[in-house]
């Protein structure tokens, strides 16, 4: 298992792989992960053997990316490093692909003197992912509505 940077020329397999992870990540174009990408402080993909496995994108205060969540981070805290997405394919599950991304992300949120942040799904519910991040220490900060009410999510930080 490897982690490189993630380009669009990952767009044919990562797109698929996070259209098909709604509604616990937001759908995505290509256009809308080529201005992410532009925007992102971290953009990784994880290779398992030659096949590519899974994605991390994340992102630092003062960029133009809209997303509710990361600006709910944005006007309540100063510095940080905010997970917008980890998306794993499901074969690949359960084989600590999602915790190496974490531990690299909490790597660099310690090195930048950050703390990393996230959110994770209410409403719909996501109590797998609530597990797994309270095992790497996170905390709740706050929930937001969001979709027009149709989503609600408890946002998380953790300080490395």
Partial sequence: MT???MTMADADWFLPLNNAAVPHVNALEAADLETML?????????MAGNAPAGGLIAFRPGTDYDSANYLWFHNNYDDFLYIDRVVVDPE?????????FYERALDAARDA???????VNERPPNPGSMRFHE????????RQETEGGTKSVVLLTVRP
């Fill in 3 to 5: 982690i490189r940077e």
């Fill in 92 to 100: 690949q599950r359960g084989l600590g692909l999602g915790k190496s």
């Fill in 113 to 119: 003197g950050v703390m990393l942040c996230c959110e």
């Fill in 38 to 46: 532009a925007e992102a402080a971290l953009a990784w993909a994880i």
């Fill in 135 to 142: 095992r790497f220490g996170f905390k709740p900060v706050g």
